[in-house]
């Protein structure tokens, strides 16, 4: 089944019949963002099958990746993922309304006077924090609430987390039973780079206390670690980013399936002479007669301004016509030019889409032409979108 959300004229988080109101909202659309449930579940599969013995949970926060958080989270629980993350309390009730029946932990903590909020949607806080854990010992003892929290630890990371001895401080605690510590974690600073040796020393301390705390399930490992072998993977892992594509093994080839593919429509062709500038500060000048493709997206859509080129530098591409067509000047808000002067004459018209991410150009070549990282990538995919969800079970209700 397909989803389509049209932008503009439907509240965020609509879910329209795809044989009524596809065709139309389509037709509209200044850009298509395309999410292959089908792709995120076979990374999760992969993810899994490299971990194994380990449980492999579904890291779904910032709304998915900027994929969708109910329609990723009704796929991946539908394929048999029974443990989801996200950040915020937010995030968790948009999550438990799709998946009703999964552990839910909440990975930015134990927010003062939260107890009820936590416990009316069964999700369980990440505390890393001696206060938060007093709190939330003062709230279960008041209610009964025996929902289950995770204790995180920090490692080496510096952001999150009880320090090495608060932790050792609390393992009394642990061996007197009836805790209502459901997981223990700690998370990895460079897991990217396979041979930092932050890597190791991580590990090292995170073993240690582990093994302490008698009983309750470890978890290391994020995307990239998981591919660091078997000793970080521990109890359970936690996927982000590579369930959507996105490479967690840079210093080889991406082993994931990508997920996105995204389209802009050309609203306009335009023949510029040779010696003329284009765009935004006049940066970038025409070495011949030029054809250029008015493209409607930008950095108000989540393709940053970084992406565009200039006298000096070459900017990113887009798939036009089944070719590669590079970026002419800045990019702005709304707008893009692209240079077509390559293609046949009447291959790129008016109305036409063509290609930001897919057809070989991916999340993580963007990434590169942008400055940043995947997943600034992914998650800063603007709301102008017109969203289609290809594949998995989107559509239906998990117990």
Known sequence: MNIVSEPNSIPAGSVLSPEANQAAALATATGVLSVDLDAVVANWRKLEKTAVPAECAGVIKADAYGCGLEPVARALANAGCKTFFVATLDEARAARAAIPSA?????????????????????RPVIGDLNELAEWDVFCRRTGWAGGAAIHIDTGMNRLGLTLAEAQGIIPRINAGDHGITLVMSHLACAESLNHPLNARQLASFRQIASVFSGVPASLANSSGIFLGAPFQFDLVRPGAALYGVNPTPESDNPMQPVVELKARVVQIRDVERGESVGYGATWTTRRPTRLAI??????????????????????????????????????????????????????????????????????ELAHHFGTIGYEVLTSLGSRYARVYKGGTADGAVG
Do not use: W
């Open 295 to 364: 493209v409607s997206a930008g950095y108000g859509d989540g393709y940053f301004r970084a992406g565009g080129s200039n006298d000096g530098t070459r900017g990113a591409e887009v798939m036009a016509a089944g070719k590669r067509c590079p970026i002419a000047g800045r990019i702005s808000m709304d707008l893009m030019a692209i240079d077509i002067t390559d293609l046949e004459k009447n291959a790129v018209r008016r109305g036409h889409l063509v290609t930001l991410i897919g057809d070989g150009i991916t999340v993580d």
């Open 103 to 123: 552990a839910l932990y909440v990975l930015d903590g134990f927010i003062q006077n939260s107890g009820e909020a936590y416990a009316k949607i069964d999700a």
